[in-house]
């Protein structure tokens, strides 16, 4: 269950109200600027592009899966401690609570010219580290069931399915950015209820997370 639940907050990622919007520019490095797309090459650079923040994230997930490990003996404080947290980024994210650090956006100063698979993998590395506001609750969220897992393992193969569900319509959208331009003007146009489902999303697992309802529905359905 939380491999599905991952990966269903890198989807809920994608179409953030940073991210969507941005995605014909991103389409636009995939092709190489190219007026006659090439499928194969485009393919290629979309799936550098998801390599390069997969990476990153997976090492997130190393690292929170390794800390939780480290406070196993306090599994109980660290769910408590885990769902308060998710509780607070789905406040912030259905705009109940508004949080600073979650409204800023790192910049580092790399200017990329992704047109090579290298470039298209630094891109996605850049990604990774600049879009918080994008990636922040829901990535958050992720580490923090990463570290109520208490193995590093765990926790890598959770930021894993992340990155899947964040990657694969990013990939998508490269083959097919024409056919889909009707459905990002659906979502456009429901930006606020969309991010007011998706914030109360996170507070029911954060809360499930606290009462350990989570572990057990997770046990049940193993």
Known sequence: MQ???TFLEGMITFIS???LPMIPVYVLYFTGGEQGR????TLLRAL???AGFTLLFIALGVFAGTLGALVLRYQRAVNVLCGLVMIAFGLHYAGFLRMGFLDKTVKPGVQVQAKGYASCLLLGAVFAVGWSPCTGPFLGSAMMLAAGQGHAL???V???CYSLGLGVPFVLCALL???FKGAFDWI???YGIINRVCGVFLIIVGIMMMTGLFARLSSMLA
């Open 3 to 5: 491999y599905l639940v």
């Open 17 to 19: 109200p940073c991210v």
């Open 38 to 41: 090439r499928q194969g090459r």
């Open 48 to 50: 550098c592009f998801v």
């Open 177 to 179: 950015i024409d056919q």
């Open 158 to 160: 959770l930021l894993l």
């Open 154 to 156: 765990s926790g890598m």
């Open 188 to 190: 456009k146009r429901h």
